[in-house]
């Protein structure tokens, strides 16, 4: 048997240089970039004033649950909402805005219809606001628009407006005929 010899020559390589292997790299990471999956928002950055460069990354499921990762289970606070004989039993939130409107409470206030799905009321002093765009309002929502206006939402809907939770009435149910059409007493406890 013959053995067969192979001759392996050399083959030339493409000769690159730096710009062009740079340019080609650069594409693939921000190509890479852009393949991200659809749970995550663009980077929200900021400079300090050390002019160090800080980014972090905000979920759009961390912005329309915002509300609710606002609940600690061992740290809620709850409150009875009366309107026209009816009571209701609400949440709120574990921040700096629920807490500094329970520290006001009781208030009985002269809430005012609008859109035909929230009632709200301007307090006379403002309150810490954290301001996030839900995305989606549920009925029984309580939420700070601005940093002084109180709203109740009694219907679901979605929204493009920015709001800082507040809490949520544990069972909407009836909310809205509680409510009624036009301007409404409220009394928070």
Known sequence: MQRMLLRLEPVPIMEFDMKKLLIIFLAIVMLGGCNKSDDTDSSVSDFSDNNDYQTTNQTSSETINTAESDIKEENYLEIKINVNGRTFS???????????????????????????NEKYYYLP?????????????????????????????????????????????????????????????????
């Open 90 to 116: 609400a949440t709120l939130y574990d921040n700096e805005t629920a807490r500094t409107f329970k520290e006001r409470l009781p208030l009985t206030l002269d809430m005012s219809e609008l859109n035909g």
């Open 125 to 189: 002093e403002s309150l810490p606001k954290n301001s996030s765009r839900p995305s989606r309002i549920n009925t029984g929502d309580i939420m700070l628009y601005g940093s002084d206006c109180l709203v109740i939402f009694y219907d679901s809907f979605s929204t493009s407006y920015s709001y800082t939770s507040i809490g949520k009435i544990d069972d909407p149910g009836g909310l809205a005929a509680a409510l009624g059409s036009g301007n409404v007493q409220v009394t928070f406890n």
